[in-house]
């Protein structure tokens, strides 16, 4: 059974660097053919596609963030992780890592998701 854990730090000031890890078990990034995908949910908003990156390397992003994110792959660890430049605080959000069978669903039907974390953008 494959199960996905977000890590990283809860508060992140503003113009600083978001950095999330996602820790995948029960399977592999390296040879399950899949996307490896970051979505957010601001507070009182709807589930946000940021970015994903195949088995291949290949990485997607949301075009609305493109310009300052990056998702990363470590096989040896079997983790992907997103960095998000410059933030602010309409960046605070649930954040998710995802297991998903195309590069930007939001289905969580469609996937397999952990169980997210809260990422507050304040000084």
């Known amino acids: 059974q494959v199960r996905l854990q977000e890590s990283g730090p809860g508060l992140v000031k503003p113009s600083q660097t978001l950095s999330l890890t996602c820790t995948v078990s029960?399977?592999?990034?390296?040879?399950?053919?899949?996307?490896w995908s970051w979505i957010r949910q601001p507070p009182g908003k709807g589930l946000e596609w940021v970015g994903a990156?195949?088995?291949?390397?290949?990485?997607y992003y949301s075009p609305s963030l493109k310009s300052r994110t990056s998702i990363s792959k470590y096989t040896s660890k079997n983790q992907f992780a997103l960095q998000l430049t410059s933030v602010t605080p309409e960046d605070t959000a649930v954040y998710y890592c995802?297991?998903?069978?195309?590069?930007?669903?939001?289905?969580?039907?469609?996937?397999?998701w952990g169980q997210g974390t809260q990422v507050t953008v304040s000084s």
């Open positions: 995802a297991r998903v069978p195309t590069p930007d669903t939001v289905l969580r039907r469609l996937g397999v």
């Open positions: 029960g399977g592999s990034i390296a040879t399950d053919y899949y996307y």
């Open positions: 990156i195949h088995t291949s390397g290949k990485t």
